[in-house]
């Protein structure tokens, strides 16, 4: 008799995370069951043909849980295994990890009922649907220890870095004011004894997703998200190579991409703030982690006529953003991924239910 098929669909970078995962679930169901997951270099072995194999699983499957991550939501694979297993009339279930919440991920994914995984619980849930779809009578007893090595703590900093957000943020502006010192020349330097490709006029440095220019007595840095835990070093660095002792608070904005939206009202936002880390400041708005700031949209303008002097513009509505201030000693120890994980997780930031899906097309 064969065994049921679970198939784990999920993005190849999130492998890390679910290959150990699978050797539980194959562990807490007694072998009852056969896990496939095509990363994992055992359901595929190498060498064979892994879109045959994909499509020979997917036909044997019973049940298919779809891992939702930002990573799986930038690929088009996801609703490629998806919908053909749906279209085959197998149980699709999709679970959101790594800080994806499902109630925000659009059609078609989204209309699926699903769960999220954010404890041990969410473990559970996987083993559960398995006992009712299978018949089984498995044990729920996965642990915290268990959920921390697979989806759950030891991921958390990858979370809370700057980078993990960066198909959702379009930049990170910054303005260091009044640096009485050649920080220009010190970056240059830095990039220089590193053999990073640079580029270097007289008022402005930039290299691969990064840009610093002179401004009167302010640098203005714009940056790509991706690289700002590398950015911020490089720039304590160049400010004290440079002789600077202190710097004043530095301006932050960091821009969104459209399908990010802001919850509406300060009642609500700061309602579900008021379990968090987040506190309001002494100098109105918020504060966390040594940063005053305030969250609103932003805004363009748009012309209704075929001229901007026949037509006056008109103010639109953007996508979310955040302005504040760094007060801190140091940029690199600015918590702003952790803060952004702060206000996903309380849903003062989410995706556009009505956009296009979770991170699709944006890079």
């Known amino acids: 008799m064969c065994k049921p098929i679970v198939f784990l669909s999920h993005s190849s970078k999130d492998k890390e995370r679910l290959a150990p995962f699978k050797e539980m679930l194959l562990k807490k169901t007694g072998g009852t069951i056969e896990v496939f997951l095509s990363s994992d270099g055992q359901s595929i072995p190498f060498g064979r043909n892994w879109i045959t194999k994909i499509e020979e699983a997917l036909n044997r ?126 970056l240059a330097a830095l990039f220089e004894s590193a053999g990073t490709c640079y580029q270097r006029d007289t008022n402005k440095v930039s290299t691969f997703g990064f840009v610093m220019e002179l401004a009167k007595e302010d640098f203005i840095v714009t940056l790509d998200a991706s690289v700002a835990a590398a950015a911020f070093l490089n720039l304590d660095k160049a400010i004290a190579t440079a002789g600077i002792k202190q710097v004043a608070p530095v301006s932050l904005t960091v821009n969104f991409d459209k399908g990010i939206q802001l919850v509406s009202g300060v009642t609500r936002m700061t309602a579900r703030l008021s379990k968090t880390a987040v506190a309001l400041s002494t100098q109105g708005g918020l504060s966390f982690g040594g940063m005053n700031f305030e969250l609103d949209r932003q805004m363009s303008l748009s012309f209704l006529g075929r001229s901007s002097t026949v037509t006056p513009p008109r103010a639109r509505i953007g996508p979310a953003r955040i302005r504040g201030e760094y007060g801190g000693n140091a940029l690199a120890e600015m918590p702003l991924g952790e803060l952004i994980q702060i206000l996903f997780d309380a849903e003062v930031l989410y995706e556009d239910p009505y956009g296009p899906p979770l991170l699709q097309g944006t890079h």
Not at 109 to 118: D, E, R, S
Not at 151 to 170: C, H, M
Request: proline share 3%; charged share 20%.
């Open 61 to 186: 499957a019973k049940l298919m849980f779809v891992f939702v991550s930002w990573n799986s939501l930038d690929s088009h694979w996801l609703f490629f295994e998806s919908g053909y297993a749906y279209s085959k009339g197998i149980k699709v279930i999709p679970v959101g990890i790594l800080g994806v919440d499902l109630s925000r991920v659009a059609p078609p994914v989204g209309l699926l009922q699903g769960f999220n995984i954010n404890s041990e619980e969410g473990l559970n849930n996987v083993l559960d649907v398995i006992n009712k779809e299978c018949e089984h009578q498995h044990v729920l007893d996965f642990s915290r220890s268990e959920y921390d090595v697979t989806l759950g703590a030891q991921n958390r900093a990858e979370q809370d870095s700057l980078a993990y957000f960066s198909p959702v943020i379009t930049s990170v502006e910054m303005v260091l004011k009044e640096c009485k010192g050649d920080v220009l020349s010190a």
